[in-house]
């Protein structure tokens, strides 16, 4: 498992201790308001945060299928390039699920 997905660092904050409770306080810089967080030590005793936002798991099915989520991502990228066509309105199609 590749869990460093970029070498590049910067400093964020120096001299940080841990309070009386032996928490270490993020920097508001740093932190992911909506994240959880997996945390991973190495053999030297660094310490990365990789911040996890999760997704309703009817929404799943797209991260599942490498097919539609490159598709979805080349719509995405097509409409931010000024290449998407307006073909009206699909209301009429909807369907209402509450």
Known sequence: ?????STKFEIVANGVKL?????????????????????????LGQIVLDPQISIPAYEAWL???PEALTLVRQGLLESAQGLAESHGSFAEYANDAS
């Open 1 to 5: 498992m590749e869990v460093i997905k």
């Open 19 to 43: 309070d009386s409770k032996k928490r270490i306080v993020l920097p508001k810089a740093v932190v992911a308001e909506e994240a959880t967080y997996n945390i991973y030590r190495n053999r």
């Open 63 to 65: 991260f599942k299928n």
